[in-house]
Structures are given as C-alpha cells and as structure tokens.
C-alpha cells in the first residue's frame, strides 16, 4: 500500500523524460500525460480509501532509516488534494488538447514536472523537502508562464519570477532558522514545538510568511492578478489549482502540527482572512477581462480557507478542507470556460464579448453552474462549502466574521453576474459574428465535467464531507500522523 | 559573530539591487540573497564545529545535513539565474531595451 505514495512524485517526472524523448507525434504525446495523471488520479483514491478510517501509509524511500531518509505520508487531507489537483490536471489537458495550448513542444513535459512538484508537497513530511518540491513545482511554471503569455508577459513574467524567487528565499531562511533552532526539519519532530519554543515560532513564521506570499494572502496578493491574467486560460487554471494552493496547503499543514493551532495566533489569521476576502473581491469590480476578475476572485476565496483554519475547531477546519476541495475544482471549471471564450471568440476582454448564451449554451451551463458555486448559491456544492464556515463561525460567535463572509459572497454573486450579462447575454459583437468558432469536445468537456462535480457536491456532498471530516480530526490531534511519520 | 555579519552585509547588498531599476540588477540581487541564505543554513548548523562530517566523525565533525541542504539550493539558484538571464538575453536580442521599472510600467 505505501508503496504508492511513490507515484505521484516519481510517476509524472517519469512522464516528463519519456515526452521528451518521444518523437512529434502529438496524439501519443497526449496518450503519455494522460495516462501518467490518470493513475495519479487513480492512486489518489486508493489512498483517500486507506487514509479515511485514520491509517497514515508511510514510504520512506530507499528503506533508510526515519531521520536520512525521504519520508512521504498521505493523511485524509494530503490525499484528497492529491486526487483533487490530479482531476483539474486531468481537464487541464484535455482543454489544453482542445485549445492546442500543447502544441509546443515543452507544454506537456513542463505541466507533468509541475504536477509532480504539486503532488510531491501535498506527501512530503519534512520542511526542506517542501521546499524542494515547491520549486520543482514552480520553475516549470515560469516557463509556462513566459511560453503561453499574450501581450504583456515579459512584464507580468517579470513580477512573477520576481515575487516568487523572494518567496522561495524567505522560504529557505525559514527552513534554516527552524533547523538551527530546533536540530530537525521532520514535520513529525516539530509537532507542537512553536507553542513551547517562542524562537521556533518566530523561525516558523518566517517559513508561514513565505507560504502567504505564494499563497496571495493579503497584503502579498499584489502579483497575482498582475501576473496569473497574462498567461493562456488553459495554463492560469493550472496555475489556479496546483500553485497557490500548495501554499495554502502548507500553511494549515504547519499552523496545526507545529503551532499546534495556538489560539495567541488567532486574531491574525482571522483579520488576515477578512482582508483577503474583502480586497479580492472588491479588486475583482474594477478589472475588464474574464481571467482577471476570476484572479481577484481567488485571493477572495482563499481567504475563506484561512478562515476555517483561523476558527480551528473541528467543524471550521472540516469546513476549510471541504471549501478547499470544491474551490479548486469550481475556479478550474470558472478558467476553462474562459479558455473556450477565447479559443471562440479570440479575446476574453468583456467590452469584446456577448450574445455567448444563445451562439454557445452548454457553456453558459458549464458557466453558470460554477459562477453560482463560487458565488455560495444552492443547491451547488459552494452552498454547502460557504455555509460550513459560517456554521463554525457562528458556533464561535463571531458576527463580525458572519457579517463580511455573507457581504462578500453577495459582491462575488454581483460580479459573476456582471460577467454573465455582459458576454453571456447581450449583443453579439460584430467583429465577432464572422470568425466565432463552434467549439468542440476537448474545449467543452472538462468544463462541464467540473462543472457538474460543482453540482453534484451539493446534495450528494456527503462522501467528501465525511473526508473532510477525517482530514479536520487529523489536524486537530495530529498525534496519529506525528506516531506514523517518526515510526516511533 | 562572523556568521550574522555575513548574512545581514549579503542581505542588505542583495535587497539593494532588488531595489533598484533594472533587471540585471534584480538577478544578481537573487544571487546575492541566495549566498546570504546559504550562510544561514551553514551557520543553523554551528560554526564552530569544523573536522570533517565522514563516517565515524568525532566531537568536532561539522552538521552534515546543512551542507546537504545548501547543496540542494545551490543547484536550484544556479538553475534559475541561468533562466533568469537567459530572459534578459532574449529581451536584449529582440532590440528592446529591457524597461526601467521591473513590470514594464511607468515608473
């Protein structure tokens, strides 16, 4: 069984080294990625099976002993972020067949070796690791960004090399401030030390600082919706659900093992989050193209995640897990079918767009069901997601947190709705009437597949729910995982 | 006392460059900040203990873990410098010059 911890690392890189020595052929180039996520996708269900009654499958790769060697463990969480970032990789192809984004020769190659960096992090269990895998993560993605960008890029190239190189420096001093303090990098040694060290706090803080600058929190957002809205739809909804997700991913890892969820840090986290919410979705009004106001609307609603694991008992951080699930799934869906708009009708800037209800109607289905997902409206699973958090808050009693998650789902309704009347209704444009493309298959389906996940996570949210649940046990007493992971 | 100081003179020259216009300057102001990071990690081993870390390694034998650490960034800033000019390169060779601010906007 833990012998397949080893494939979502190794299983995509393996693919990465075959696509580049296969011949042109773009089909079989197709057939290689594929299959390489599909298992990766399968392996992810295995695992969530085997995580979800509280066994913690530990590799330790080589067979060294716990404190040389690579040790990777899946717990409900880490494995259901596996298998949810495998699916959006998986439509992510398939769009990106049907937006031939993966013509160039370097796409498939670069997008599995990010995968692999993703998947990598959400198994590893020691902070240096994590910082490996997170560059193996995002060094394909500046090559993906400057390959696929549009007008602007260099710029927009810039800022993201830029903020991320910075992250990913502060990242590193973290790691050795918390090696010199504490002599360990393993997750497992760490448990619990920044409530009793007040230097391995600080030092732990500086590796969170680092995450929140890759995971947009504010006040670090500023680069992503400068940088994220240059690159092509297909290769921002990779973005959206691999990349800032691992930080997010990373920060609640390390609030709940090593901070122990200390409630001291609970003030910050929780103002951190409104600001996110709020700033996000207020940038969201001003901004003229889909893919832009859909980048505003992530740092928005990664600021509910925070919330759920600011609140930290077991039904909030159950509620951040299951709004974490089904956000990346909604924003991929959200950002393929701004790829279809553009593969369309060459522009996805809302001044150039209308009339894509009537020329296009199953993508205004696949759009419409994930808008009102992300907005928070029944019977979608953002319904469900939304009302989880404002459940735990008010079981906290925090009505000022009640007062602005309602607020700022009602501006995100607004806002999808300006997209919705803007180019889903509305004149067709007439420099759009002659050249607009029927899209096909590859172009429609992975958004109405996702789509339909939105939909189905609604009433039928139980499954997932019951995974969260477990995930949210885990963090709150991660004795189990800790006992696993050091194999003592 | 040597350690701290190294690290805070690399990081105070490397946020400096950052600071300033002009790409050139950001990559090596990275390479600047990645030294002063490796110095870190040296020193959150202890700078004191200097023997060789080899098997069976006395008293003073140094942290080996560290040194692996910093072997692992130095071939992942190595990696992204190249890219990093390899950019610039590509910015120069089209006949632009590279913009004063570092997104191209109006300073």
Known sequence: MSVLLIVPVVGPLLAAAVLLALPDRLMLRRIVALLATAAVTAVGVVLLVATYDGGVPVLRVGGWPPVVAITLAADPLSALLVTVSAAVVLACLVAAAGTRDDRRRAFLPLTMVLSAGAYGAYLTTDLFNLFVLVEVMLVPSYVLLALSGGAGRAGAGRVYIATSLLGSTILLAGVGLVYGVTGTVGLADLAGVAREVPAAAVAGGVVLLAFALKGALVPLHDWLPRAYPVASPVVVALFSGLLTKVGLYAIIRIYAVLYGGDPAYHPLLVAVALASMVIGVLGAIGVG???????????????????????????????????????????????????????????????????????????????????LSLAGLPPFGGFLAKFLVLRAANEVGDWLVLTVAVLVSLVTLLSMLKIWGVAFWGEVPRAARERTARPGVALLGPPLALGGCALLLGPLGGPLLQVADAAAAGLLEPAGYVRAVSGR | MSGPLIVGVLVAAGVFLLLRPGQLRLVLGFVLLGHAVNVLLLAAGGLHRREPPVDGGGPESADPLPQAFILTAIVITFGITVYLLRLLRRAARRGSRPPETWDGGPR
């Open chain 1, 289 to 371: 193209s889909m893919r832009k106001v859909l980048a505003f609307h992530m740092v928005s609603q990664i600021g509910y995640v925070l919330l759920g694991l600011a609140l930290f008992t077991a039904a909030s951080l159950a509620a951040a897990v299951f709004y974490l699930a089904q956000y990346v799934l909604v924003k991929a869906a959200l950002f393929l079918c701004a790829a279809v708009v553009r593969a369309t009708r060459g522009t996805d800037r809302l001044s150039r767009l209308g009339g894509l209800a009537s020329s296009s109607p199953l993508l205004a289905l696949a759009f419409g069901v994930a808008a």
